[in-house]
Each structure stands twice: as structure tokens, then as C-alpha cells.
């Protein structure tokens, strides 16, 4: 796997597009940038050493940095980007809307246009089930949202010790400190990220604990954890369980078939609340409006934000299904919880904008049906590569596993170090080669932009094959390999 691929090396100037390097000082912003920019999930005294990449424009699924190199950005930002960069449209709505009603609040009995019109949207596009919305500013406020709704559901209902959330290890809800307490890394917990009332249960990674069993089997295993911990703690102090219907951050974990029906059987059993954190896979990522359609679900709230908007401004919220929308509505009195930006016009008319590009373009058809089962097949075949042990995909999210080969086979391989840091490694190479692909350990993740074309799919891959050769000469060279 050589094939020495197009973008490597090419420049603002092969690419006909006049933003100019010049006029940013990369020097300059880097300067300012370390003296006083504190970046998120960053080691401060390392990236002042390095100095940080400075982005200056995007178009579809590029991005320029200020140096005029081309970047094919595979991860869609931040898992949000599903309508690529540069949509003229987005920012004409968010320009109408700035001139006409810039801000107004949805407190005090007042409501504005396009937050009215978002949520009958959303109800349209989401599951039977969802008849209301809650918006927050973020997927973190949303996942505190719901800790604060589901617990007040119970009260309501007059179990007020029904309290208790169910997550999972290695989940990710967010950063703020109910979305971290929820999230299941050490290292955030550990960072004053915990509250009471959250425990965990294992993860359906079937590459981490499935050995010896077929992947349905597995699925039945990891689920039943929940039911466990449900009996452990007494169903009584059971709010609900929250889960990724495909863990991202944490790895692209995609769990068996078996996993999540069985989940929501277990759930039903004892009456517990499904929290569906819908992200990522929310907004099309995985051929579906929302992922728990794929995952054949039906979850009592669903948490979004990233693709609400494509990531073009910041919103987030919740989708309340019937069973809780009921409780809160009909026996509530005031529910103490919002946020100045809850329903915010301008987020919100480039929500709808964004949703009807995604209609109009049919992406998220485009994804179920063309794109998404190629990105598999192509992406798949990346595990012949002698430094891939595993290569998986589901609509446009996709992880391949980097293992040292013991034999000629796939099944001969084992674990680098993870001391070694050899994702980070393969990551650096992406980077110098203009592809932007996640480290997660040794699993290197895409989520790519849902306007990725098929020529463009061949293109990344190429790009993935061409870095991974690139690490594999270098991890030779440090005779790790
Ligand atoms: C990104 C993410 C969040 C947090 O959203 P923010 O907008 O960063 O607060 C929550 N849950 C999942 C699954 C995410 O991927």
C-alpha cells in the first residue's frame, strides 16, 4: 500500500483558492496563542513548547491551516461538521436572524421564532415518542440536564430516591461536572469530575473482553452488567442508564447486535429511564436521523449538539419523550433549571438551515444507502495493512486498531506498549500528511464529514494507507516492529 496520494504537499496555491497565507502571522498568533489562549484536554507547558497548528479556512471536507497547507479533516472537527465546511447558506441565516432578533431569552413566558420552529422540526425528524425539547447550550448542559430531569421525574412521581445513574466506562457525556461524572474516564473523574449518585458498568467492547465468545454472545454478557448492577444497587434507587449507541471519544466502540435490544429489555424490566446520548450519532452520522432508530431502541430522552448545527455555533439540548415530557408537564409546578442561551434564535435558525440542507441533499439517505457502505468496504480493507489487526465501520464513523504482526495473518498479532505511544506516533504522521485521523490509545478513529463523496473516500483512504506505511518505516527504524 504506497500509492502516493493527492493531497500530500498541496497548497493553498495548487488548490486556486486565495486565502492568504501572508496575511496571517503564524509566528504572531502562535505567540498570543501560548501567552494566553489555556486550550481544553491539553498538557498547557507542552503545547507552549510545540506551538499550536493555526486553521484559517475551510471548504467541504478541507481545511487550510495559516501556513497554506491543505488538510482533509477526517474527523468532521469535532464530530460535528456533518455538512462540511464553508455553507454560504448557514451564515446568511445566522446574518438574517442576527439583524432581526439577535437575543432574546425563553424564560418568563416568551418564546421566539426559530426555537419554535427548530423544535416542531426536531419532533419531526426524531422517533414517534419525542413530542418536546429542552435546549441548552452544549451536549455537557444537556447531559446535566438530564441528570436534574430525570431526577426530578422521580420526585415527582413521588420516588425520591430513585436517584441513581447508570453509565458506563469509558463513556464520554461531556465536561462539565455532571457530564463528567456521567463520562466514564479516570482522568477526568480524578479532576474533580465526580458527583454521587453516578456508578458504571463495563463497556460492550467485544476487542476488550470478548475472548472466547462470538460477538452476539458478548452482547448478551455486556448487557446483562446492567441488570446486575441494577439488582447490586436495588431497582428502587434506579433513575435510568445513559449510553452512546456507539461510544465515540472513547474509541468508536461499536457493540454487537445483541447489545442494545437487551439493554432496553433490562430497562423496561425495572422501569429504569434509557438516556440515548445522541451526540455523535445524532444528525445522520450513522445512515439514521438518530442512532438509536439503528440500534433499534426506544429511549426515554435522546442528548444532541455537534450536528444540530454542524457545529457552525454552539447549541445542544434534549429530546423528552412522552413518558417523562408527561410527568413534568402535567404534575410539575416550576422546573428550576435553563440557561440564558436555552433556545438561543441565532443557534437555532442555523439549526434549521442546517437540517434543511441535510433534507435537501439527502445525506443521511446519501450514508445508509451509497456512502456509508463504501466507506466500509473501503475502510474495512485497510486491515490487510501489516500494521492494522482490526477495521471497523457503521455509517460514517470508523476505527482500525494498529498491532504488531507476529505472523503472516491477521490473527497473529499482539498490543504495542501503550507506553510507546504509537497512535500518537501514527496520528503525527496524519498530521504532517494533511489527514486529520483520532488517536485513541493505539485505535486511530474517523468521523468523517457526511458530504464526503466516494472519489473522496478513495482519497482518504489512499492518504490513511499512505500515512500508515509512514509510521510502519518509523516504528521499524525505532525497532518496535
Ligand atoms: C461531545 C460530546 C458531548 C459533550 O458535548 P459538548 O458540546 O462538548 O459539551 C457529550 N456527549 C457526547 C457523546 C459527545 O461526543
Redesign the pocket.
Known sequence: MSTNPAVPGATLAASGKSVARESVDTALIQQLDSAHYLHPFTDHNALKAKGARVMVRGEGIYLWDSEGNKILDGMSG??CVNVGYGRASMAEAAYRQMQTLPFYNSFFNTTNVPATQLAALLVEISPPQFNHVFYTG????A?DTNVRMVRRYWDLLGYRERHTIISRVNA????TVA?AALGGMAGMHEQGGMIPGIVHIGQPSYAQAGQGMSENAFGLVAAGWLEEKILAIGPEKVAAFIG?PIQ??GGVIIPPATYWPEIQRICDKYGVLLIA?E??CGFGRLGTWFGSELMGIKPDLI?F??GVTSGYV?L?GVLVGDRVAHVLIEKGGDFNHGFTYSGHPVACAVALENIRIMREEHLVEQVAITTGPYLKAKFGALAAHPLVGYADSCGFVAGLNLVRRTGATVHECEHFDPAQGVGMICRGHMFDNGMIMRAVGDRMIIAPPLVMTPAQIDEMVALIGYCLDATLADLRRRGWT
Open positions: 469535532l464530530w452544549s451536549g455537557s448542559e447531559n464520554y457525556h461531556g465536561s457530564g452512546e465515540g471519544a446520548d451526540v455523535i442528548t449538539a455537534k454552539p445542544g
